[in-house]
DNA sequence: TATTCTGGTTACTATTAGGTAACTACAAAA
DNA sequence: TTTTGTAGTTACCTAATAGTAACCAGAATA
């Protein structure tokens, strides 16, 4: 759920990351991509969501405008989700997070064994 | 707090939203920028964050090497913080989002009476 | 006839995050 | 002597978030 806090601050920054900056948007995000995605496949691709949480973030995603929710009146339903100009916009900005990470993180290196767990600075 | 699942997914793109992807770390890294700042200055500056809350936060970006930590042995103690080379590396993607966000927000009306200001200076 | 399919919602519970107040050290100032 | 100042830590409690299971429609399928 969003921050009411954040998103009535005066400063625009806070409000901005009172939208997107929680664990879960760019998640969602990053899966849709420039893709049209059903909600059940967000339901199989995104690891360890409910559906509860999933609902309530496409919700707030589409309210903030970052996400188009396609409803088809059919039985089953079927509801398509893909991201707006402003959503697409984000996506450029995934990116560079990426980049960033790779150059910067620490990564656990997984032995065979799963208790031995070894660190290196991961090299690009 | 850290998330562990996100921490510990082979996924580096989530692994990083597990570091960063909170409300509190970017806007104390958009807070410290290039400068070196004090506890308590970070403290007055950063509206409605508690002292728990922002110990807790930074203790978390130095362990994930965002940040240094500069401890004086003096009496009162004076602590000292600034961005890491990977903090710093941080800040363009800081700005790219406020460039997004000033594109595309749909800007909240702010009321013009004394009762209705969302913000004020801590009194401490 | 019973089951499946989809995209949810609802009620209830568990987990987690966050707020508050008290407390620490010791020096210097009032 | 008491207060002030700094940068926290700790215990306790509440508020917010997330998980789980049950339920819905109504057509198609077995």
Known sequence: MRDEKFC???CSFTRAIGTIGNKW?????NV???RTIRFGQLDNIIPHISRK???EQLKELEEDGLLERL?????PPRVEYKLSEKGLAFLPILESIKEWNCKYEV????ENSDHLIKYQLKSR
Chains 1, 2 share one sequence.
């Open 53 to 55: 949480v999933l609902t």
């Open 71 to 75: 409803a088809y009146k059919e039985l």
């Open 8 to 10: 009535n601050s005066h």
């Open 107 to 110: 990564v656990p290196i997984m």
């Open 32 to 34: 849709i991509g420039t």
């Open 25 to 29: 948007k760019p998640i969602i995000i």
